[in-house]
């Protein structure tokens, strides 16, 4: 009399092989789409970041009623103009410019290292400047927050001081 081979639990090389094959087809095509959402969520952090420390850029001006100064800087020393390097907070102390010191410095915001950001101030305004009053002298300032060469947000400081900022849904060139 025969016996039926025993059924052994388990799969098969061939049957690994093919869920693995699946398995790296449905990641290569998921990639894309994956890395352009962490760039999208990138942009947003930066884009709010910015929003928040601008505002508190104004309270502080607000609390200690003099000029403070924000600006682009990568070392929280001297000012840039790519905002997504890092920027820096400071008092004026009634001139408008570049800090005068490094004791002058009240907050620095460093970039993180490994973004494909910019971050670009409207032309010609790479300082920012809040009154004791709040508002912010001049024109309106925007910074346009880029990746690939297409804007994916703004933050823009109005002449009254306040700041706002949106995400961009159709992006535009830089």
């Not at 693995?20 to 990641?27: D, F, K, S």
Request: aromatic share 2%; hydrophobic share 40%; net charge positive.
């Amino acid at each position: 009399m025969l016996r039926p081979a025993p059924h052994h639990a388990g799969h098969g090389l061939l049957e690994c092989l093919a869920v693995l094959t699946v398995v790296a087809v449905l990641a290569a095509l998921a990639l894309p789409a994956a890395a352009e959402m962490l760039n999208g969520l990138r942009a947003d952090m930066l884009r709010m970041t910015l929003h928040t420390s601008l505002a508190r850029a104004r309270n502080e001006a607000l609390t200690r009623r003099e000029l403070v100064g924000v600006c682009a800087s990568a070392d929280g020393l001297q000012c840039g103009d790519d905002w997504s390097t890092g920027w820096m907070m400071y008092r004026s102390g009634g001139r408008r410019g570049p800090p005068a010191s490094p004791s002058a410095v009240l907050a620095h915001h460093p970039g993180r290292s490994g973004l494909r950001l910019s971050a670009l101030a409207t032309a010609g305004r790479p300082l920012l400047f809040f009154q004791a009053d709040g508002r912010s002298p001049g024109a309106n300032v925007t910074l346009r927050i880029c990746q690939g060469g297409q804007v994916r947000g703004e933050v823009v400081v109005n002449n009254g001081g306040r700041a706002r900022s949106r995400r961009v849904s159709q992006p535009s060139p830089c």
